[in-house]
């Protein structure tokens, strides 16, 4: 597995930005996807994930309503749609696999992913 995400950049607030997340092997129907950021000083936050197979998806409640985590299955891909931007979504932005033996409930917790890929720089001026 190696993980690649895309699409950070810089954008003024109020902005949106499409983060992709691309695998070099495949998403296993098993797996979940999650998206987390980190900024500078700070632990690393859950914001979304979504399970490869059923597509259900979950939220922090801090992007709920402005984030949306979906799945191209045709094209391997799982993308993070980020509306209405603001200064404090400010960070290096991840995506990660959470590769199950068995269904599981969705997790928010960064430690229960397995692979992570290498991030992508979100800045959003004011």
């Known amino acids: 597995v190696q993980l690649q995400a895309s699409g950070g950049g810089l954008v003024q607030a109020g902005g949106s930005l499409r983060l992709s997340c691309v695998d070099s092997?495949?998403?296993?129907?098993?797996?979940?996807i999650g998206w987390f950021r980190q900024a500078p000083g700070q632990d690393r936050e859950f914001l979304a994930a979504?399970?490869?197979?059923?597509?259900?998806?979950f939220y922090a409640d801090s992007v709920k309503g402005r984030f949306t985590i979906s799945r191209d299955s045709a094209n391997e891909v799982v993308n993070l749609q980020m509306n209405g931007l603001k200064p404090e979504d400010t960070a290096v932005y991840y995506c990660?696999?959470?590769?199950?033996?068995?269904?599981?409930?969705?997790?928010?917790?960064?430690?229960?992913?397995?692979?992570w890929g290498q991030g992508t720089q979100v800045t959003v001026s004011s």
């Open positions: 092997g495949r998403f296993f129907s098993s797996y979940h």
């Open positions: 990660a696999t959470r590769r199950l033996l068995r269904p599981a409930p969705m997790s928010s917790f960064a430690s229960e992913y397995n692979d």
């Open positions: 979504i399970a490869w197979r059923a597509g259900k998806t």
